[in-house]
């Protein structure tokens, strides 16, 4: 099945810039890259998303023989988001350099650039903290699907209330209704304040699910 949650009011952009340049031929040197298979996510730190900051964080590292980044340092507009990036590559794998077919030390560095419009002012979910919604097996051998909406009221230290669920099948709208009323949320802001405000979460149940669900099941 395939599930797609759906939060149109949410502006947050990950922008990754850097390059390696591939070999032109056997014997020139290949620098190392980031696996692009097996890597973990780059997480937006909550302080900074909680009060919608933007910043930069510059990571450089030194990448092992067998892939693995050893001593990496970065620079940053914000401690967090160093820490956020130097994360992200600890627990990450990489192809390693190459000279002549054969696997060798070399560097890898990456520039980050984390983006929140700071005049958002609706609630925004907490992805790294709340985890993806659950396929219900009934409604999965049952091949049932639908589209399916929530409103809540989510109050000024990001929590769910009177939330209400659209119409459609009654075990994806209790599903649906479960998952936003126990997600967290990070709270809308007005003058810069918490404030409790309304959130509307959609969440698309396709039973035509994918290889690639990412934890979704």
Known sequence: MRLSVIHPLLTLTLFFAGSSLPAKAEDHPLGAMLDPHHHS??????????????????????????????????????????????????????????????????????????????DLTTPMLDKAHTPPPHYPEAADAAGISGHITVLCQIDQIGAAHDCIVSDGPPILKRASLAYFSLARYYPALRDGKPVTAQYRGNITWDTTHPVDQQGFH
């Open 41 to 118: 996510t780059l997480i937006y730190p909550p302080a900074e998303l909680e009060f919608h900051r933007s910043g930069t964080a510059h990571v450089r590292c030194v990448i092992s023989a067998s892939g693995i980044a050893t001593d990496c340092q970065s620079s940053a507009s914000q401690p967090d988001f160093g820490l956020a990036a130097e994360q992200m590559t600890y627990s990450s794998t990489f192809l390693p350099a190459y000279q002549n077919n054969v696997a060798t030390p070399g560097t890898w560095e990456k520039t980050y650039t984390f983006h929140a419009s700071p």
